[in-house]
């Protein structure tokens, strides 16, 4: 995928007059809000949705990664789409189709509903986000303004996941929970009446088409395989059908590198993975957001289920990690400089580890206090690690597969945050389960209560609430005990990949920027294409 535009001649300063391309830019920003918010709004309403509709763990993992992965599976071929049909056209449906996906989960009566509605916004996200900086390249020749208007671009990414839980505890203390859903959709309809006169178009007359069976295999492998990730722990991780499934899964996305490397047009240049320092890079990218991510879907149970706090309360007390991620991304550019980006990622992952096994020794006795350094230090190695490992991606690249490169970079952002999600809330709820069935054998609970009890803890807690008395606090107790276990052991690996991805960095990272076009400086993580330098003159109609 390309993201030049060939449309027209322009001069240096742009297409349009300059109020005018700000004021697209504006439209842009909002709509890159909105995709990004909701990435981190649904974290604190995830105990909402227990008790609402009684959703189980493994329900709650699919509610968030079911927009992950279709998401990630279409963000390199959407890029490819909207750079040969047009990017204000793609951008456009994109909003369409996410303001519709938002209004069907706000009203979803059942988990299944939301499941498939978040789905659905996904195929929204994933139409907006290639496009958005495609637009901004095309809007904004002078590298000056071009600079400043990815800098206000790179900021509403970083807005809008750090309000995401402030908004979503704000709206979740006055409003039921669909309604971190429904404020998409006056915003998004606002973005489309403002982008039909305000938004420019361009595309790319020698984009190659979509690859369309790569995006299908490659979604379908990397929803096989989280399926039995997440499914394991009710089924059982050695039962035939989890295993299948897993086998499955690995079997497509091998079917996937092989149409790859054979297509004429392929979503993904494997030939990339070839440097070692893109390939080093772009794990460390995944491995980044595996922490972070994974270890945000657990915590938000534990503030709300385990110390009390409304969603509006751990959202604020979410802040210090998203904060330390906005101080510390900035430096991490002085901190290539003085140490190299092989020593600068390296440590990143060390703080992400520190943070994931600090936050590991948690007790049902802990207080916030406790799991506060754990949360900064989550936020510190973030923060430092992002930007390094997206400036190596660049920076490994040749200029004419920068926007390729960059789109890679947001996917591989996106299925670390899945498996991430996956694989530490599994880990929890086995564990949990664990510890509850063997602790529950020997009475004689009702099978709608067990499963309850066994679904979650926002069950567990339920049950025990109607039971009241010292069952019921006994019940409680053993709940939130097991659940702790689980978290500190799904917590615990992954502070363990983080360290492995240390070990990594190590190994095959260079210890200098390597010279050449990519990204030299470095700032917040892009979360789907960064435009290719400028060219040395437009290209003719």
């Not at 709509?31 to 949705?49: C, G």
């Not at 948690?362 to 754990?374: E, K, N």
């Not at 591989?412 to 086995?430: C, D, M, P, R």
């Not at 606090?473 to 992954?494: E, K, V, Y």
Request: charged share 10%.
């Amino acid at each position: 995928m390309t993201t030049q535009s060939r449309t027209s001649p322009a001069p240096a300063t742009g297409g349009g007059s300059a109020p005018r391309r700000w004021l697209a830019l504006a439209v842009l920003c909002v709509a890159l809000l909105i995709v990004n918010l909701d990435s981190t709004v649904l974290n604190v309403a995830l105990p909402t949705l227990v008790r609402d509709l009684h959703a189980t763990d493994s329900q709650l993992q699919w509610i968030v990664d079911a927009y992950v992965i279709v998401f990630a599976g279409l963000l390199l071929v959407m890029g490819s789409l909207a750079d040969r049909i047009g990017r204000k056209r793609v951008f456009g449906a994109g909003l369409v189709t996410f303001a519709a996906g938002s209004a069907w989960a706000a009203f979803s009566g059942s988990v299944g509903m939301l499941i498939a509605a978040r789905a659905f916004m996904g195929i929204g996200a994933a139409m907006m986000m290639p496009s958005t900086l495609s637009i901004i390249t095309d809007a904004f020749r002078d590298p000056g303004e071009r600079q400043r208007a990815i800098g206000l671009w790179a900021a509403t990414s970083g807005i809008g996941v750090a309000l995401g839980p402030i908004v979503g505890g704000l709206l979740l203390a006055h409003f039921w929970w669909g309604s971190v859903f429904l404020i998409n959709v006056p915003v998004a309809a606002a973005g489309l009446a403002c982008a039909i006169p305000l938004v420019p178009d361009s595309k790319n007359p020698a984009a190659k088409r979509p690859d369309l069976a790569g995006a299908l295999l490659s979604t379908s492998g990397l929803g096989l395989v989280l399926w039995a990730i997440i499914e394991a722990p009710a089924h059982g991780w050695s039962s035939a059908l989890v295993i299948g499934a897993g086998l499955a899964g690995v079997a497509v996305l091998g079917l996937f590198t092989v149409w790859e490397l054979r297509s004429s047009h392929p979503m993904l240049d494997l030939s990339f993975f070839r440097n070692r320092r893109f390939s080093g890079a772009i794990t460390s990218v995944g491995l980044v957001t595996f922490g972070l991510i994974g270890s945000l879907f657990v915590l938000t149970q534990f503030l709300q289920f385990e110390l009390g706090y409304t969603a509006l309360q751990a959202g604020l007390r979410v802040i210090p990690a998203a904060a330390a991620i906005a101080v510390i991304a900035p430096l991490s550019a002085y901190a290539v400089r003085l140490a190299g980006s092989k020593l600068t990622l390296a440590a990143g992952l060390l703080v992400i580890a520190a943070g994931l096994w600090q936050l590991s020794t948690a007790t049902t006795g802990s207080s916030y206090l406790d799991t506060l350094p754990g949360m900064i230090l989550l936020g510190v190695g973030a923060g430092l690690a992002m930007p390094c490992a997206t400036a190596s991606v660049m920076g490994s690249l040749p200029q004419e597969h920068t926007g390729v490169g960059s789109a890679t970079n947001g996917t591989f952002l996106q299925v670390g945050g899945a498996l991430g999600v996956a694989v530490i809330g599994s880990l929890l709820a086995t564990r949990y389960q664990d510890q509850m069935t063997g602790a529950l054998a020997g009475y004689h609970i009702p099978a709608p209560a067990m499963r309850l009890i066994l679904g979650s803890l926002g069950g567990a807690l339920a049950v025990a609430g109607n039971l009241g008395g010292y069952l019921g606090a006994a019940l409680a107790h053993l709940a939130r005990t097991a659940f702790m276990s689980g978290m500190d052991l799904g917590l615990r690996t992954g502070a363990v990949v983080a360290a492995a991805g240390v070990v990594l960095a190590l190994a095959v990272m260079p210890s200098r920027p390597p010279a050449g076009p990519g990204i030299t400086g470095a700032g917040p993580a892009p979360s789907a294409t960064t435009p290719e330098p400028e060219p040395a003159a437009p290209q003719p109609r």
